[in-house]
């Protein structure tokens, strides 16, 4: 088919249970590949590490002219990306708070098993939300402070703002990202309020971190107390229920792997880095060059559209054996599940340590498992792939 068609038809929804012959079709036509609406596709996995690493390469939609708003620091680039993720990262990881991941393994374990505790033997459950998407709400809710009674309300706001982040080429998108800012806005709002109520008064949390910082110099302003919240609240669940989801699917399609791991559970650590490779929570990226480049003998222009297609690297036959095999022991698995470069995913260690906790308690009771519905009816999101709902029956 027309290669100039590629994007519109991984992006279509017929495709979403299995986009991963269109990529194989965008390696053999790359590396780098134009499509129709001017925009330019990347599916091989060293050119996609190269650009995630070439300062020539802007993640900020401002290089196009497109917003004016100021966005988080996930598309902002540095020196100002730096700034503000360094200061994002104080309350949340070394080297100034190295053990808050940690001390929330307890926490993150005492979660799992009240979600798994009433998965008995011949019940039905939906693998989303009975449990892929409460674990890591409620883990992200206890880090930033946020009431987990508040999910209903928070829930719509993150449904609209991952909408208008999707890659929808060919679409007339005005409403998605009208409704995308005002969900952004009143988000914001609550979570600086949630902050507020803390000045002065901190508890245990982030929001309580930010908003009571000694040094005026580490301080966010409070447009950007408002989208480092937003951000750290929709990212540190969106993609983990996409990864354990993904990870439950995979070993029920391929049981001799589940058997594997029953018997051996110490393999589970590089078995979810296996599920991050095949079958990842994050499928693309968009960037938008500084400069006129050359992209493997490709020019592309200046300001031009590159979507780079992170799940198409993880399953190039030149970076990776047998790619499209799901191999939980395989070796030399350096993946793009958590993208690379200054963008590497901010809130991986914690993924690592829900994902693990997450299928560890699962793999125990799938054992006579199967699966209601193969293929799942999954997310309309092309970006963030992953079921909507997973039926399993006990």
Aim: hydrophobic share 35%; net charge negative; glycine share 8%.
């Amino acid at each position: 088919m027309d290669s100039e068609t590629l994007l519109a038809r991984i992006t279509d929804y017929a495709n979403r249970p299995n986009p991963y012959p269109l990529y194989a079709e965008l390696r053999e036509a790359g590396p780098v590949v134009r499509q129709a609406d001017g925009s330019h596709l990347v599916g091989t996995y060293h050119e996609i590490a190269a650009l995630l690493h070439d300062p020539r390469m802007s993640a900020d939609p401002r290089t196009r002219g497109e917003v004016t708003r100021k966005p988080p620091f996930l598309r902002l680039d540095d020196p100002e990306h730096h700034r503000l993720r360094t200061l994002a990262m104080r309350p949340f990881g070394p080297p100034h708070s190295p053990g808050r991941v940690d001390a929330m393994r307890g926490e993150i374990d005492r979660i799992t098993k009240e979600l798994t505790g009433p998965f008995e033997a011949g019940r039905q459950i939906d693998v989303v939300d009975d449990f892929a998407y409460p674990l890591p709400v409620t883990v992200i809710c206890r880090l930033l402070g946020v009431p987990r009674e508040d999910e209903p309300l928070f829930r719509a706001w993150s449904d609209a703002l991952v909408a208008a982040a999707d890659v929808r080429p060919e679409e007339d998108t005005t409403e998605t990202n009208e409704a995308g800012d005002q969900a952004r806005g009143e988000m914001g709002g609550y979570l600086v309020n949630l902050a507020e109520q803390r000045r002065g008064r901190p508890g245990d949390d982030m929001l309580s971190a930010f908003v009571n910082e000694p040094d005026p110099a580490l301080r966010l302003t409070q447009e950007e107390l408002a989208e480092t919240a937003v951000l750290l609240l929709i990212a540190g669940h969106e993609t983990t229920v996409n990864l354990i989801t993904n990870g439950v699917l995979t070993f029920l399609r391929h049981p001799e792997h589940l058997d594997h791991l029953r018997r051996e559970p110490g393999l589970l650590p590089r078995a979810v880095e296996e599920l991050l490779r095949y079958e990842p929570p994050v499928h693309m990226r968009e960037r938008i060059p500084h400069a006129d480049i050359d992209i493997a003998g490709t020019k592309i222009p200046r300001g031009a559209s590159i979507v780079l297609v992170l799940a198409s690297g993880n399953r190039d036959p030149l970076r990776f054996p047998d790619p499209d095999r799901f191999d939980p022991t395989r070796p030399d698995n350096q993946h793009l599940g958590f993208g690379s470069g200054i963008h590497l995913c901010y809130g991986a260690p914690l993924a690592r340590i829900e994902a693990q906790a997450a299928l560890g308690a699962l793999i125990p009771r799938l054992g006579t498992a199967r699966l209601v519905q193969d293929p799942p009816p999954y997310r309309q999101n092309a970006m963030l792939r992953g079921p909507r709902h997973l039926p399993v029956q006990l």
